[in-house]
């Protein structure tokens, strides 16, 4: 049988200062508000084991110490679970810091995407990573799978890309896509050579956006360290895409993939309402409640 190509490092950049959900991020880091009962970063976690991955490297700032305190253990809640008979949930604890080894790389200065993919590199080391913007969650780690995939079978980076109605272009990288899709280990993808970092509707080069999953290789640390800030004082990581994919395209898979963006207050409720409709437990009653409510 043949074996998937997989990946092992996820790159989570997790620095920001969340400014369009304060005030609840003031003190809480975005990636740490709940989804229900799970912090939105352990989704983006359960995302990247789903697809195989074992290290983890947490882009954080010296600012959000609270990110690096989820990771630590905490051997008296786990007992005290145990104690009160909740050993299912103490046992789930412990699975999330067995599953995986996670570093922190360091971004204490807001200098773009680009900038804190670049922070990762030590920790990442000379192989193809994954980077995952926690802003977005995705239904299922399929995704992460098929771009795993088809960067591990030919060698160049990988993007996931959704179609956008144009009035939502200038919020995405757009890709310019250059000859048919086509198919590598049973993976559609798409060849494109330029991405231009939220365009307005004019220059947009298609309506292909990027979303916030990219398989990339190694080299693409050398093309980061080469740019200077644009004119907002940011490295834009879609800047470096585009150097890689002047010498050879790079491939975009477009996906329709269950998804949502929680980097704002109304993407945020609406995955917290969808986590509990899919609840087991509570879901039914939740969905009773609602229909009251509407
Ligand atoms: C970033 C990237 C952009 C990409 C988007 C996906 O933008 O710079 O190319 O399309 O994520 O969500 P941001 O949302 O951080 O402004």
Redesign the pocket.
Known sequence: MAITPRIHTAVIPAAGQGTRMLPATKSVPKELLPILDRPALQLIIDEALGAGVDHLVIVTSHAKPAIENYFATDLGVESSLEKQGRGVLAEQLRRYRQDVRVSFAYQDQPHG?GHAVACAREAVGDEAFFVM?P??LMSDSSLLKDLATLTQSTGVGSVALKQMPTAELFR??IVTPVGPMSTVDGIESLPFITVI?KPNVADAPSDL????RYALTPDIFDLLDALEPGPSGEV???DALSAQADVTPLRGVISNIGRRDIGNPQGWLEAVIEAGLQHSEFGESVREWLRTQI
């Open positions: 995407l913007l802003d977005e995405y990288g970092e956006a990027i979303i916030g834009l990581l879609t």
